[in-house]
């Protein structure tokens, strides 16, 4: 074989080894060094060849493309990171390495540490990687690996420091422990209140498997703790697991748990039912003790078939491939305290259905969250119908009969209870069936619709997703703070947008939205109020009067113009979209209910709490029908709700609703969730109006204290339950206390949000008054006039926080007998007052009243008479 | 009949030895890839590593839109791709190097996972690169064949056909090749820098 242009001597060696390589291989050196007698260079180097060839299969094989942009290789561990002792590596993946660490203070215990990869610290990376730490920092729950700590090395790596879960994955665990159907399903139902957690603060997780769920064992309890949770977005798979490796390219992610929607060419729109699939997958595992798709099989196949085969074959169901598979349901059984023959029997029907539920191809035919997976395994575990299956009178009948077993004692009382038991049972199942079906209908219905938008939609949400992750996350106030480069950014992306997309309407739509809601939170409502007006406009230029995008665009606007206080024009188009979206998603939809929400906010910022009430209770029972009494809207429903009640006079029912609510959050999210900590607070103030000080005071501390311990000393979002707290002290009559918490609030709040925030001047000029009030008049004044001073060049003069600090200053220098200077302050406050909020305000005529105490007081009492007028008597 | 695309015109011209045409060819679709390959390596979409072919297949659909039925234009396409692939990846590398140098960090070396949880291994873009440079000298053909398959990510079978051999020559250039490339990058012994358990 002969190679134009090659080297000579090459060539010889090449030929030499290509002779030897059609021998088999124990005779090819032998044949090489018979042909080389009397070259030893050549020798060497053919054998060289040979070696080398022989020794290494894979060199080379994965294409140059899948090396880009990974890695470089880890040294050896750390010892310590953050102050944590670094024992050993415990696992890697593409972004990041976890090690097993030790923490010494102030507790010893076992941590994992994940840091990222050296040479990846880049600034999206990075990103990212705060984002999974910010999610986990959210969760709170049994079956989530909670986090602790997190930090950054001195070379700028960022960490963080988990709890270390010493435990074997689930599967193996169950079969380790032979453990029964039911209590595999414990465990499983354990698993699904962490994943519904999760979806519940937003987090994705798209890796579920046994090896990211490892099985711990709590006070001899077997938990379940979910692991690398979120992670799978930031960090890839680990190296130590299987990765698949194809002749056209590298396929990452572990095929066998991946959804269809995983496997689809555009890769778009994975949401919570990627991982409800996940969930069936891993359900499939623990009951049958093998994988719906045969691993070794999967895996033989082109990268494009495996992909084929994900998107399209069903699986055999759970008990057929237990009975079809021969040996296989005896492997099981073996595996756990089971029998064959009554493991095959427990399988067949709602295990089957429930597992293929959960795996369906279509999203929509999933179930909808991780609650309605684990509730109607609950419903098998229970005896009662399951949703999975089509309720047919012979299946209701069975259930029926299954769970009545005790009255069910004779072959004649079987006869009469069957047919007694099929009528009632059927007739309650068929209402709730036909209530579930309306629902599904007017869901699909709406979801076909959306169908048509949803492609060309795809586009619209890549660069959504650009915008949302890349340059406006870090506008939520509630999560940092604002600074001029993101503003830059959004004045950019508002420039830009208008010309951008010349021939794709909806696009821009989507980005107009995105850019409206951005400056939406950041309080800017004109600029929010073009970008959706404009989206509207060519929505409804390309879309039918119906499409819910379009329905979406009005609501957008109407926000707005509620934030405006443009009450007029919001509440035509708030009932507008109430109605359209009763018609197309039906009345217990979530779009539906919020709207209806917006409407009722709408009536009650009017003061037309009559009206307002009529909804609010609408929705507020719509939530708690349609999604339950633990969801995050429902709560907030109460929420809204108790206001609504506290605000009519309905005190009672208000205080009982805000208790309601508190007690779920507590159950559902766990005693330190923000959520409940925020809820605990509300309760708290109420109780102070309600003049039981004391549980508000119990209750505060608490909040106080756990906010310290969860979220560290200095954070920004102590502020406002320190300031609550303070003020419950003073309510309490503790001013002294008062004073001290006031003081160590306001160092946070300048230290974290600056001395000239709006929340730094509130709190000030809280501290001014409890110094005031226990007669520290000087340090009072000194406070006073320094935030007076700063709301002017912050807030500017017309502002109510500087109204109300001027109508202070101006009462407490009357009382000193500095009348000039008091009446100019108070003068100030009365224009300020009344421009914000009229003449007959409250705060208004509380100015002019102070006005005309200081007036008698320095003997003018024609003047102080015309403002009592002004006070209104 | 549509009219030809200007890329289509070129490959053409390519053809029959217009270097002017070649020189055109190879800028534009150095282009066209190294923007797709940096967009892609930005976002690193999970379960969508990056595949050479794909990646050229879009720029050719996207270069020679109007009349993509073109078949043997396409072939001359893929051809040039797999040149610029190289030069994109090499470019790319060497880019992420030089940023990691100016960081004070570790040298760029790349790391590839094998099937099974086997070792992973760490290969040097770079070094393959500088190694199949020297190796072009030598065996031009078989150094082809690497270029073709390991940067352009073609199949053996379409790497026969362009070169005009039969896919046993190909395969055989390619173990070859390969172990050639193992000894120049001294890499025949055990080595587990990485991951090695």
């Not at chain 1, 502020?719 to 003073?730: D, E």
């Not at chain 1, 220098?813 to 009365?830: H, K, T, W």
């Amino acid at each position: 074989m002969t190679t134009p242009g090659a080297d000579e001597r090459w060539e010889r060696v090449r030929s030499l080894v290509e002779h030897a390589m059609d021998e088999p291989p124990r005779g090819r050196e032998r044949l090489i060094r018979e042909s080389c007698a009397d070259d030893e260079e050549m020798l060497q180097e053919a054998l060289g060849l040979l070696r080398s060839i022989e020794s290494n299969e894979s060199f080379l094989e994965t294409p140059a493309i899948a090396y880009a942009g990974r890695p470089v290789p880890e040294g050896p561990p750390p010892e310590e990171i953050g102050g944590y002792r670094v024992l050993r590596e415990i696992g890697r993946g593409g972004m990041g390495i976890v090690y097993e660490g030790e923490q010494r203070e102030p507790i010893r215990r076992a941590v994992a540490i994940k840091v990222v990869r050296h040479g990846l610290e880049t600034k999206e990376i990075v990103g990212r990687f705060d984002a999974e730490r910010q999610a986990l920092a959210m969760m709170n729950h049994s079956s989530i690996a909670r986090i602790f700590d997190a930090g950054a090395t001195p070379d700028g790596r960022p960490f963080f420091v988990m709890e270390f879960v010493k435990g074997a994955p689930i599967n193996e665990y169950c079969d380790a422990k032979r453990l029964a159907v039911r209590e595999r399903l414990d465990l499983f139902l354990a698993v699904c209140d962490g994943v519904q957690h999760a979806h519940r603060v937003g987090v994705i997780h798209r890796d579920l498997k046994p090896s990211n769920i490892l099985v711990a064992e709590v006070d001899g309890r077997p938990t379940p703790k979910i692991i690398d949770f979120g992670v799978a977005k930031a960090l890839h798979q680990p190296l130590t697991e299987k990765t698949l490796v194809t002749e056209q390219g590298r396929l990452l992610g572990t095929p066998e748990y991946m959804s269809p929607e995983q496997a689809s060419a555009d890769g778009l729109g994975v949401d919570t039912r990627t991982d409800i699939y996940s969930l069936g997958v891993l359900l499939y595992e623990l009951l049958v003790g093998e994988l719906p798709f045969e691993p070794e099989t999967l895996r033989q196949r082109g990268l494009a078939e495996i992909l084929r085969i994900l998107r399209e074959e069903d699986p055999p169901k759970p008990s057929t491939r237990l009975s079809g598979a021969g040996d296989s349901s005896a492997i099981a059984s073996r595996r756990r305290a089971d029998d064959a023959g009554s493991l095959l029997r427990e399988l067949r029907g709602d295990l089957d259905w429930i597992t293929m539920r959960a795996m369906e191809k279509e999203r929509d035919r999933r179930y909808g969250t991780a609650s309605e997976l684990g509730a109607d395994v609950r419903r098998h575990l229970a005896g009662e119908a399951v949703v999975a299956r089509p309720p047919t009178a012979a299946y209701l009948t069975r259930k029926f009969v299954r769970r009545n077993r005790a009255l069910v004692s004779g072959a004649l009382a079987v006869g009469v209870v069957l047919v007694v038991g099929a009528g009632a049972t059927s007739w309650q199942a068929i209402s709730a069936t036909r209530a579930r079906d309306r629902a599904l209908e007017a869901e699909s219905l709406a979801e076909a619709r959306l169908a048509d938008a949803e492609r060309e939609a795809a586009v619209a949400r890549a660069i959504n997703d650009f915008l949302n992750r890349d340059l406006l996350a870090s506008v939520n106030p509630r999560t940092g703070g604002i600074d001029t480069t993101v503003r830059q950014v959004l004045e950019t992306a508002s420039e830009r947008v208008g010309e951008r997309f010349p021939d794709q309407a909806l696009v821009e739509a989507s980005v107009r939205t995105t850019l409206g809601e951005t400056y939406r939170t950041l309080g800017e409502y004109e600029a929010a109020e073009a970008h959706f007006e404009r989206a509207l406009e060519l929505r409804a230029s390309e879309l039918d009067a119906d499409d819910i995008d379009l329905i979406m665009a009005r609501f957008n606007l109407a926000t707005i113009y509620e934030k405006q206080e443009r009450f007029a024009l919001a509440e035509p188009v708030y009932l507008e979209v109430y109605e359209a979206r009763q018609r197309l998603l039906g009345p217990d939809a979530r779009p539906t209910l919020i709207s209806a929400n917006n409407l009722a906010t709408l009536m009650h910022s009017q003061g037309r709490l009559d009206e307002s009430i009529v909804y609010m209770r609408a929705v507020h029972e719509g939530f708690v029908r349609a999604y339950g009494e633990s969801d995050r809207q429902t709560l907030n429903s109460i929420q809204n709700l108790a206001n609504l009640l506290d605000e009519m006079g309905e005190t009672e029912e208000a205080t009982r609703l805000l208790e309601q609510a508190l007690a779920i959050s507590e159950r559902e999210l766990g005693p330190d969730h923000p959520d409940t900590l925020m809820r605990t607070s509300l309760l708290a103030m109420q109780y102070v109006d309600l003049g039981r000080t004391a549980e508000a005071l119990g209750m505060m501390q608490r909040v106080v204290d756990t906010q310290a311990e969860v979220i560290g000393e200095d954070h920004p979002s102590r502020i406002s339950a320190l300031s609550n707290f303070a003020g419950v002290l003073a309510a309490s009559g503790d001013r002294e206390r008062a004073i001290g918490v006031y003081t160590e609030t306001l160092a946070v709040s300048q230290r974290r949000l600056g001395p000239d925030h709006s929340y730094t001047l509130a709190i000030q000029g809280n501290l001014s008054t409890q110094l005031w009030e226990v007669g520290r008049r000087d340090e009072a004044l000194t406070e006073r006039e320094d935030q007076i001073r700063r709301l002017r060049g912050s807030l500017g003069a017309r502002h109510n926080l500087t109204g109300s600090a001027l109508n202070w200053y101006g009462r407490w220098l009357g009382v000193l007998g500095r009348s000039d200077e008091a009446v100019d302050a108070l003068e100030e406050a009365y224009a300020i007052r009344t421009a914000l909020n009229g003449a007959e305000d409250r705060r208004s005529r509380q100015v002019a009243r102070d006005m005309a105490r200081v007036l008698d007081r320095a003997g003018r009492p024609d003047e102080a008479e015309a403002w009592r007028a002004r006070a209104g008597g | 009949m549509a009219e030809e695309s200007p890329i289509t015109r070129d490959l053409r011209a390519m053809q029959s030895g217009s270097e002017e045409a070649e020189r055109r060819v190879f800028d534009l679709v150095y282009r066209e890839l190294h923007e797709m390959a940096e967009r892609q390596l930005a976002g690193e979409r999970r379960g969508h590593t990056l595949q050479a072919t794909a990646l050229v297949n879009e720029a050719y659909l996207k270069l020679a839109a109007q009349d993509s039925a073109d078949w043997a234009g396409r072939d001359q396409f893929l051809a040039v791709a797999s040149i610029v692939m190289r030069r994109v990846l090499i470019d790319h590398a060497r880019s992420r190097a030089a940023q990691k140098r100016g960081a004070g960090a570790a040298p760029a070396r790349l790391i590839v996972d094998v099937v099974d949880g086997a070792a992973e291994r760490g290969v040097d873009l770079v070094e393959v690169h500088e190694a199949l440079e020297r190796f072009e000298r030598i065996d031009p053909r078989a150094a082809r064949v690497v270029e073709m398959r390991f940067f352009g990510g073609l199949p053996m079978e379409k790497i026969a056909a362009l070169i005009g051999v039969s896919k046993e020559t190909v395969k055989r250039d390619w173990v070859m090749a390969r172990g050639w490339l193992r000894t120049e990058l001294g890499e025949s012994g055990e080595r587990d820098d990485d991951a090695g358990r």
